[in-house]
């Protein structure tokens, strides 16, 4: 299957450790990336081939996958993180992407 | 790395749109192009990806038969084409930059985005 499930809507208190986690059977042959998308802005590539940052992303977003749930974890969120949240991956030919439909995330 | 993506263009129902892509700052041909649009309040919709190498391309089914991606090397620009254009085409149209591992594929970066407005 190519669909991948986000919960749409999140919230953590700030400081606070929150995992938003991406539903797939592509999972169990690929990696998800994720994204960070602030109002009014292109996507900011967060977690790319199974657990890497790119330069300049903060260490507190990891990312995991467990069979056919891939996750995205902020350990201590920050107010500056109140942002959607997209994973991506591969299908299961390998040629195709999807995209999850998005967790909106708050910040309380 | 900079992507720059062409101005916002008002479309009518049926016609085409032609949106560009100049990329800069690493070499032209080693990193697949893809475009991803975002109608408004939606999520992230994978469109198709080409190979600025070799030309290839490879289209999400929903887009099969009115999209065509091309390129030009000279200028190290991306080109997508979308035909026969519906009101549910209005969307900001990203472009970003892919890259591979045997087990990923991601976009690494991205143009600021196209609006593409489709009314009568």
């Known amino acids: 299957s190519s669909e991948l499930t986000q919960d749409p809507a999140v919230s953590v208190a700030l400081g606070q450790t929150v995992r938003l986690t991406c539903q797939g059977d592509t999972f169990r042959s690929y990696y998800a990336s994720w994204y960070q998308q602030k109002p009014g802005q292109a996507p900011v590539l967060l977690i790319f081939?199974?657990?890497s940052r790119p330069s300049g992303i903060p260490p507190r977003f990891s990312g995991s996958t467990s069979g056919d749930t891939a996750s995205l974890t902020i350990t201590g969120a920050q107010a500056e993180d109140e942002a959607d949240y997209y994973c991506s991956c591969r299908d299961s030919s390998g040629d195709l992407v999807f995209f999850g439909g998005g967790t909106k995330l708050t910040v309380l | 790395v900079q992507l720059v993506q062409s101005g916002a263009e008002v479309k009518k129902p049926g016609a085409s749109v032609k949106l560009s892509c100049e990329t800069s700052?690493?070499?032209?041909?080693?990193?697949?192009i893809h475009w991803v649009r975002q109608a408004p309040g939606q999520g992230l919709e994978w469109m198709g990806m080409?190979?600025?190498?070799?030309?290839?391309?490879n289209f999400g089914q929903k887009f099969q038969g009115r999209i065509s991606m091309t390129r030009d090397k000279s200028t190290s620009t991306v080109f997508m084409d979308l035909s026969s254009l519906r009101f549910d085409d209005t969307a900001v149209y990203y472009c970003?930059?892919?890259?591979?591992?045997?087990?990923?594929?991601?976009?690494?970066?991205w143009g600021r985005g196209t609006l593409v407005t489709v009314a009568s």
């Open positions: 080409i190979n600025p190498s070799g030309g290839s391309t």
């Open positions: 700052g690493y070499t032209f041909v080693t990193y697949y």
């Open positions: 081939d199974k657990d």
């Open positions: 970003a930059r892919g890259d591979d591992s045997t087990h990923s594929r991601w976009f690494d970066f």
